[in-house]
């Protein structure tokens, strides 16, 4: 008579059979993931800058991690309360992951747009 294998001689019952599944992601992970890449081990955000000129009254929405302001013209600029003069510059920075949704007004001591030139470079997340 031929010898049953020894792995057929154990009875298993399905309380003994335990199957694993890997643990679901977060939403939270899952953005993460989409949104980072890794180089050399290092995770980071993805982000892009976006560089605009101005020489009228304008309303300007940041929806940035970091805003900045350059008055290139010979005018002043008022940019919500904030006067800038000429070659001053403006800069309004987040933490990391964060993102400024202030809308800015910009206005220009002059109505005449020859001289004016504002300069907005915003750091947008993609």
Known sequence: MAQT?????QNFRSADVKISF????TFRQQYEKENTINKSGIPYTRYYV???QYSTTAYIPSDANTITFINYGSNDVNISGIVLNQGQQLTIEGNVNEIDTTIYQANFSTSISVNNSLTV???LYS
Do not use: A, C, D, T
């Open 22 to 25: 890997p643990p679901r992601e």
């Open 5 to 9: 294998p020894p792995l057929m001689k």
């Open 50 to 52: 976006e560089v605009k």
């Open 121 to 123: 470079i915003r750091k």
